[in-house]
């Protein structure tokens, strides 16, 4: 158990809805990562907050958002799904600056978008 | 654009060795990351290599050579629970963003 909750597990929709995800990060981390893994995909990064504010953004769809609240949990918004949107989402924190290398991971959201 | 590639699937026998290879394209970075991801799981962190030269941990050792643009993770006395696939990774510098590798399947076998 990395500490890191993730919810829901499983989140089945239609397309053209909007869903979203909720991330816990440790006790203690500032940092929150957003990714998202396709089917037998790699890990694709999409946005990263430290404590509260937008760090970094990589191939975050213009159609989802994210943010960090001030107790440090975060939520990823996905609107106007489509099919492939579905994938499993991660969310990983870090305890933040200095220490942003080791990531824990948390289980994971799988997406189905039917 | 920045990319790191690596072997897409690995075979190898219990107790022995195997070295998975990274090699990357990427402007600047501060450290070479491992994780290591089972079949329905989570990714978990392995390693970190903030300087070039060999980090041990146990039967994982990491390997980073920034002049070469390479890395690898080495697993030794291999298990059947390393079955799994294995990621590395970078945090650009400037952008923050991080970057995954392509992923290595390793199988082993009994």
């Known amino acids: 158990d990395s500490g890191v909750t993730q919810t829901p597990k499983h989140l089945i929709t239609a397309t053209g809805q909007r869903v979203t995800l909720r991330c816990s990060p440790r006790?203690?981390?500032?940092?929150v990562y957003w990714y998202q893994q396709s089917l037998d995909q790699g890990l694709q990064f999409l946005i990263q907050?430290?404590?509260?504010?937008?760090?970094a953004k990589g191939n975050i769809l213009e159609r989802f958002s994210a943010q960090q609240f001030p107790d440090l949990h975060s939520e990823l918004n996905l609107s106007s799904l489509e099919l492939g949107d579905s994938a499993l989402y991660f969310c990983?924190?870090?305890?933040?600056?200095?220490?942003?290398?080791?990531?824990?991971f948390g289980p994971g959201t799988r997406l189905l978008v039917l | 654009g920045q990319s790191l590639e690596q072997p897409s699937e690995v075979t190898a026998v219990e107790g022995a060795i195997v070295q998975i290879n990274c090699t990357y394209q990427?402007?600047?970075?501060?450290?070479l990351s491992w994780y290591q991801q089972h079949d329905g799981g989570a990714p978990t962190f392995l390693s970190y290599?903030?300087?070039?030269g060999l980090e041990e941990t146990g039967r994982f050792s990491s390997f980073l050579s920034r002049s070469d643009s390479y890395g690898y993770l080495l697993l030794q006395e291999l298990q059947m629970k390393d079955s799994a696939s294995y990621f590395c990774?970078?945090?650009?510098?400037?952008?923050?963003?991080?970057?995954f590798g392509t992923g290595t399947r390793l199988k082993v076998l009994a």
């Open positions: 990983a924190s870090a305890p933040g600056l200095g220490n942003e290398e080791t990531q824990y």
């Open positions: 006790s203690g981390d500032l940092s």
């Open positions: 907050y430290y404590n509260g504010e937008e760090r």
């Open positions: 990427t402007s600047g970075f501060y450290g």
């Open positions: 290599n903030a300087l070039d």
């Open positions: 990774a970078v945090r650009e510098t400037g952008t923050y963003k991080y970057i």
